[in-house]
């Protein structure tokens, strides 16, 4: 049977361990590796994007990652409570034409006893920045552990 610890009922490091290792996954850019934290069932609502099961997650991630070139993320915890974490993040990431955008979101996850996620509901806006404004400037992959979260960076 699939797992992915750490496993609910949470606590605050554990919610913690969980969304860093969410971030870390979303930032690979990889839809493979990004799908096999969710239940082969899982549903999904992306902004107005209704999703059921890995294989539509994969390919809404393949289409996401295309046209959002550059993605860099940041997740930080917001609560939790038993199998349910919420979630505020913000994304950096331009389009074909080179307009740099700042996506701002909340998601609410629900896991199964394995710590697959079994629902992720996601809610965001996205606000056009200039170039000179963004603030998430490591190299595309893992955020380094030293460089600051939404909170110390004012978001």
């Known amino acids: 049977m699939e797992s992915r610890p750490p496993f609910p009922p949470f606590t605050l490091e554990t919610a913690r361990e969980k969304v860093r290792k969410a971030e870390d996954a979303w930032n690979s850019r990889d839809p493979e590796k990004v799908s096999l934290a969710y239940t082969p069932e899982s ?3 992306n902004r107005d994007h209704f999703l059921t099961g890995r294989p539509q997650i994969v390919a809404f991630l393949q289409a996401k990652w295309a046209r959002e070139q550059e993605y860099r ?3 930080e915890l917001w609560s939790f409570h038993e199998n349910r974490i919420a ?3 913000c994304y950096e990431w331009r389009d074909d034409a080179g307009q ?3 996506s701002h979101g909340n998601e609410m996850w629900q896991f199964d006893a394995q710590g697959l996620m079994e629902q992720r509901h996601a809610s ?3 606000v056009a920045i200039a ?4 603030k998430f400037l490591w190299p595309q992959g893992r955020r380094p552990d030293d460089h600051a979260g ?6």
């Open 43 to 45: 549903r999904w609502r």
């Open 73 to 75: 993320l940041i997740k």
């Open 87 to 89: 979630v505020r993040f």
């Open 100 to 102: 740099w955008f700042r």
């Open 124 to 126: 965001i806006n996205d």
């Open 131 to 134: 170039e000179a404004d963004r």
């Open 150 to 155: 939404l909170s110390e960076l004012g978001l």
